[in-house]
């Protein structure tokens, strides 16, 4: 389980990179904190944000 999602945040912080350009280390640190099923959601999101205050949401 820890290597999927390990597979997951490297995923999101690739994606998210792409699509909002390099991202703040504590947004990074956040990130890497979520657990599995959270990190799906934002993936399978992740073409709708318009910010990133939408992931923002995950992150508190």
Same mark, same amino acid.
């Given at each position: 389980?820890?290597?999927?999602? !390990?597979? &997951?945040?490297? =995923?999101? *912080?690739?994606?998210?990179?792409?699509?909002?350009?390099?991202?703040?280390?504590?947004?990074?640190?956040?990130? !890497?904190? &979520?657990?599995? =099923?959270? *990190?799906?959601?934002?993936?399978?999101?992740?073409?709708?944000?318009?910010?990133?205050?939408?992931?923002?949401?995950?992150?508190?």
């Amino acid at each position: 389980m820890e290597g999927e999602t !390990q597979a &997951l945040v490297k =995923a999101a *912080l690739r994606l998210l990179t792409k699509k909002f350009g390099p991202l703040s280390e504590p947004v990074r640190k956040k990130i !890497q904190e &979520l657990d599995a =099923a959270t *990190l799906e959601v934002m993936i399978d999101q992740v073409m709708d944000y318009q910010s990133l205050d939408d992931v923002k949401k995950y992150l508190m």
